[in-house]
């Protein structure tokens, strides 16, 4: 009987370790889900990273558009890495952020660039962040340490669309212009925080819960 509570307890842990893992996930989102605008306007877009508590020292991005419907202008730095650069490639963006203190890692979310973009052209595209950890030219997020361990998860990484018209100005494109769009300092706008927010706490709050009840049915059965 001893054995039988013994080999549960060992494949409850085996089975909690992946979900605590997944729980704490580093990756990769934008500062919307979605932009729009008509042909000629520009907009930027935030590059943005949530290392889930992890310490990180660095991460490589590559973002994919549509170059027919898309122009990235320009690449300012955010103020999560030290230094940050960057290079446009072929339908792609490639934005390197780094801390200049190796040992001393970055944690929480934050912005690592900003991106300018031009309309060239009518259309929709989707901006995503490439992620296959089989290619070279592949998103990670290297946590600190002499292993240089890339944390990141490309199954949570967030894309956004973007819906350009074919002339007038866009709902975004204006609100941007007279200021009409207030921003926190994660880079969210307020008016997506309590539904995003709400809706992860919730979750959060139950699972937790969920673990809490497993364990004390659990250490009941054991001790008992």
């Not at 934008?30 to 990180?56: A, H, L, P």
């Not at 730095?77 to 390197?96: C, M, N, Q, R, W």
């Given at each position: 009987?001893?054995?039988?509570?013994?080999?549960?307890?060992?494949?409850?842990?085996?089975?909690?370790?992946?979900?605590?893992?997944?729980?704490?996930?580093?990756?990769?989102?934008?500062?919307?889900?979605?932009?729009?605008?008509?042909?000629?306007?520009?907009?930027?877009?935030?590059v943005?990273?949530?290392?889930?508590?992890?310490?990180?020292?660095?991460?490589?991005?590559?973002?994919?558009?549509?170059?027919?419907?898309?122009?990235?202008?320009?690449?300012?730095?955010?103020?999560?890495?030290?230094?940050?650069?960057?290079?446009?490639?072929?339908?792609?963006?490639?934005?390197?952020?780094?801390?200049?203190?190796?040992?001393?890692?970055?944690?929480?979310?934050?912005?690592?660039?900003?991106?300018?973009?031009?309309?060239?052209?009518?259309?929709?595209?989707?901006?995503?962040y490439?992620?296959?950890p089989?290619?070279?030219?592949?998103?990670?997020?290297?946590?600190?340490?002499?292993?240089?361990?890339?944390?990141?998860?490309?199954?949570?990484?967030?894309?956004?669309?973007?819906?350009?018209?074919?002339?007038g100005?866009?709902?975004?494109?204006?609100?941007?212009?007279?200021?009409?769009?207030?921003?926190?300092?994660?880079?969210?706008?307020?008016?997506?925080l309590?539904?995003?927010?709400?809706?992860?706490?919730?979750?959060?709050?139950?699972?937790?819960?969920?673990?809490?009840?497993?364990?004390?049915?659990?250490?009941?059965?054991?001790?008992?």
């Amino acid at each position: 009987m001893r054995k039988g509570r013994s080999a549960l307890i060992i494949l409850f842990f085996f089975i909690l370790l992946p979900v605590l893992n997944a729980a704490l996930a580093a990756y990769l989102k934008f500062d919307r889900s979605s932009y729009n605008g008509s042909v000629g306007s520009e907009f930027t877009v935030k590059v943005m990273i949530d290392t889930e508590g992890e310490e990180v020292v660095s991460s490589d991005v590559y973002i994919s558009y549509d170059a027919t419907v898309l122009e990235p202008l320009s690449v300012a730095a955010g103020d999560f890495f030290d230094t940050v650069t960057h290079e446009f490639l072929d339908g792609k963006i490639y934005v390197a952020g780094m801390s200049d203190n190796i040992g001393v890692g970055k944690t929480g979310t934050g912005v690592i660039a900003t991106v300018t973009f031009r309309a060239k052209s009518s259309g929709s595209t989707t901006l995503t962040y490439i992620c296959d950890p089989n290619e070279t030219q592949s998103s990670k997020i290297i946590k600190v340490g002499l292993e240089a361990e890339n944390i990141i998860v490309c199954g949570s990484n967030k894309s956004a669309t973007v819906d350009i018209a074919s002339g007038g100005d866009s709902a975004l494109g204006a609100a941007e212009e007279k200021g009409a769009i207030a921003e926190d300092s994660s880079g969210i706008t307020p008016s997506e925080l309590p539904k995003a927010g709400a809706f992860d706490n919730t979750i959060e709050l139950l699972f937790w819960g969920g673990i809490l009840i497993f364990f004390g049915v659990l250490l009941k059965f054991v001790f008992l």
